[in-house]
């Protein structure tokens, strides 16, 4: 059993396009801790979905703090089927500005106890979606003269 779940999720409008990420942070009974959105800039979905869960294993560690991530076990849930058989070393990164960012992932990964990569449907993984389609609405509308 987990102690933390984070629904994680990141998308571009185009590919690459005006890009979002959003995550749900969640404790081992589902009782909300945080849910973020945030526009990125321009860049493509699977850029966004790294940064998406690089950004969510960070704040959850700030969250907690140092001493009680190390003793946590966290379960990632995300629609993108790529980013996770990535993270769990299923498929090999063949987009070098992944690179990077599966990088600040493994690190991550050493900041807690155990982490557990999930591929759900999207239908599971509607919270973070909406996250990321609420941050780039919100873009989309600033600065525009009606």
């Known amino acids: 059993m987990s102690d933390f779940i984070i629904y994680t999720d990141g998308g571009s409008r185009g590919n690459p396009g005006p890009a979002a990420i959003g995550f749900v942070i969640q404790d081992s009974k589902e ?3 945080k849910e973020h959105g945030e526009v990125i800039g321009e860049t493509t979905n699977n850029v966004a979905e790294y940064k998406a869960l690089v950004a969510a294993l960070k704040k959850l560690k700030a969250l907690i703090g140092s001493d009680k991530a190390e003793n946590s076990v966290v379960e990632v849930r995300a629609d993108s089927e790529l980013l996770m058989k990535q993270v769990r070393g299923e498929y090999k990164i063949k987009e070098e500005t992944l690179i990077p ?17 999930v591929h759900v449907p999207r239908e599971q993984n509607k919270k973070a979606d909406h996250m990321v389609n609420a941050a780039l609405d919100e873009e989309d509308t600033q600065g525009k003269f009606f």
């Open 31 to 33: 009782r909300l801790l």
């Open 101 to 117: 960012l599966f990088i600040e992932i493994w690190n991550s990964k050493q900041d807690f106890k155990d982490i557990v990569f």
